[in-house]
């Protein structure tokens, strides 16, 4: 059952839903205003009439039992009411299907611009007139009211704005002009109508705009228009350069791409190649490159290329730092597809590269395979002259040095090795990637000084390169060092929105778990996720920089001999060093859990 408030109100189940009378309808009004609450029935009586007759409460009770009927249909007799339910000494209407939460919802939304526009516009597509429009003068509805109105009216602008961020300027230009047609007190809409004439070639036009504003509020309103409206004139008469911002040179350029260039082919190979510098651009960016990235192998494997395929799959080469996958199905698909193309590659180049996305996106995995096709796409690599090539297999070749405790010298060669590589050839993600490595292996080893050291020139190389991901990992790294639950909640907070979900899901209690069992305190309980079998003491962690930790956590939390002798076995190859391989939390010396 679906229930309308944008217009007149409404019930659809399939079809519309007869209501009755226009106090049915009034009733069940207020019930959605008052958003899943239990409404008394004197209220009702109170709002339904400004001077209630005799029998009114009963005449509540006789709408309530009609509403039932018509949105219940298939109620059997004497059974509980599931949506229109009595609660004490009144009803409450237990919903979420209500046109208007729908729109609060897509009005809310947080998401790239591209994804963004298609939600406002379905949110605006909800309203059929005014809100609660046979109810504009009943007092409880006044606020509502009100409030839906001006989101609406916010969402109109954010639409504007948003085409603006596409590069879509014209596209802008009726709605806002209707817009402010309508609302001419909204100052925003003034300066983004200008703005949207300005970037379609409109500069008379836009400067046009802005003296109506300006005689409209004066006029209208006896204000003077504001600082932006004002500064917003000058910067078109002088055509300042933030007007027309990378958006729009963007959508240009691309512009000129789709008519220069018509293959399939090429179109498809390009766009590997701009997902994989989305992916270092930060959180929304990330999760863009994951979304879009297996759509582009199986759009070239639907072409029946397997050359297009191979380049497709090995031209992602961004590097990867943490060894649980974000998204194990399409981690699992992507190396599938790897395997199915590997065979019809002779030449070392591209086999290397279908090799080293094998090792990473098997990170986590039990199977020799994983560390085979690392193994086998470093040699080929370093029998090329391709430094990014050798970077790239690199990578996967420390993805797949979590097999059991004690590789973290291992993973530090590899680290120190990308990092020559990297400064040799400019290759400053990877010069990131051997920092981040080596801060893990310098923590494995308790030496904070070195890790100090990487953190600052990975957070240099960040700054200067517009990497905004590697402060999830240094002030992570910062929090371990400071050893508190505060500093562990500090660093959480950079995970919301990072678009690594494979690193964020469970492991802020994850750190808070191993503080408590470093300081002799019971383990919190907690939702741990994927943690949670390791933190109550359970065999056979997945490999992962998370290795050590999880089998500390093992010999802290059991009981049972024989997990405890199969825990001191696993941990023995690390005896000297510490669980903090991950260089984001630590549960101390590994030799204090072998004794």
Not at 307 to 316: F, M
Not at 425 to 448: K, M
Not at 524 to 550: K, N, R, T
Request: proline letters at 7%; a negative charge.
């Amino acid at each position: 059952m679906e229930f309308g408030v944008l217009g007149p109100v409404v019930a659809r189940d399939g079809g519309p839903v007869d209501l009755k009378g226009r106090r049915h309808r009034a009733v069940l009004a207020r019930l959605i205003v008052a958003r899943g609450r239990v409404v008394p029935a004197s209220v009702l009586v109170d709002d339904l009439w400004a001077d209630p007759p005799d029998g009114a409460l009963s005449a509540v009770r006789t709408f309530v039992a009609a509403l039932r009927r018509a949105i219940e249909p298939d109620r059997a007799p004497r059974q509980p009411a599931r949506l229109l339910v009595t609660s004490g000494p009144g009803y409450a209407l237990k919903t979420d299907n209500v046109d208007a939460w729908r729109f609060e919802t897509s009005a809310r939304a947080s998401l790239p611009p591209e994804q963004l526009l298609p939600e406002l516009l379905a949110g605006l597509a909800l309203w059929r007139g005014p809100a609660y429009a046979e109810f504009v003068d009943e007092p409880w509805a006044s606020a509502e009211r009100a409030r839906l109105t001006e989101l609406r009216l916010q969402v109109v602008e954010r639409v504007a704005e948003t085409r603006l961020e596409l590069g879509r300027a014209a596209e802008a230009v009726p709605d806002l002009d209707a817009h402010v047609t309508e609302h001419p007190w909204r100052e925003d809409a003034w300066r983004l109508l200008a703005l949207a004439l300005y970037r379609s070639e409109r500069q008379g036009d836009a400067l046009a705009v802005l003296r109506r504003a300006r005689e409209t509020l004066v006029d209208q309103l006896g204000v003077d228009p504001g600082p932006a409206l004002s500064r917003l004139e000058g910067d078109i008469l002088n055509q300042a350069a933030h007007l027309t911002p990378t958006g729009t040179v963007w959508a240009e350029t691309t512009a000129a791409y789709d008519r220069a260039v018509g293959g399939t082919r090429a179109r498809i190979e390009s766009t590997v190649g701009l997902l994989r510098n989305l992916a270092v651009t930060g959180g929304g960016g990330l999760e863009a490159a994951r979304r879009h990235r297996l759509a582009a192998i199986s759009a070239a494997a639907e072409l029946g290329d397997p050359d297009l395929t191979a380049r497709v799959i090995g031209a992602y080469d961004v590097p990867a730092i943490w060894t649980r996958s974000d998204d194990e199905a399409q981690a699992a698909a992507i190396v599938a597809a790897a395997e199915r193309v590997l065979p019809t590659q002779d030449h070392a180049g591209p086999r290397a590269r279908l090799l080293a996305t094998i090792a990473l996106e098997s990170r986590g995995s039990r199977s020799p395979r994983a560390r085979e096709a690392a193994l086998e796409a470093e040699q080929l690599a370093r029998g090329l002259d391709d430094p990014a090539l050798l970077a790239f297999a690199l990578n996967g070749r420390f993805m797949q040095t979590c097999y059991r405790a004690g590789l973290a010298p291992e993973r530090d060669v590899i680290g120190a090795e990308l990092v020559t590589l990297a400064q040799r050839h400019n290759l400053f993600t990877y010069e990131v990637l051997g920092h981040l490595i080596r801060l893990q292996s310098a923590c494995a080893r308790a030496d904070h000084t070195a890790a100090d050291d990487h953190a600052a020139a990975a957070d240099a190389l960040a700054a200067r390169h517009e990497l905004p991901l590697v402060a999830v990992f240094t002030r992570w790294y910062a929090a371990l060092r400071d050893d508190t639950p505060e500093s562990y909640r500090a660093a959480a907070a950079l995970l919301d929105g990072a678009g690594m979900p494979g690193l964020s899901e469970g492991l802020l209690p994850l750190a808070l778990a191993a503080h408590a069992v470093r300081h002799d305190e019971p383990i919190p309980e907690a939702d741990y996720g994927p943690h949670a079998p390791w933190v109550y003491g359970s065999p056979d962690p997945p490999p992962g920089l998370l290795f050590e930790a999880y089998w500390a956590f093992t010999a802290h939390s059991t009981r049972d001999p024989e997990l405890l002798a199969r825990a001191r076995a696993a941990l023995a190859p690390a005896a000297g060093e510490h669980a903090a391989g991950s260089g984001l939390l630590t549960l101390g010396p590994i030799a204090g859990y072998l004794g």
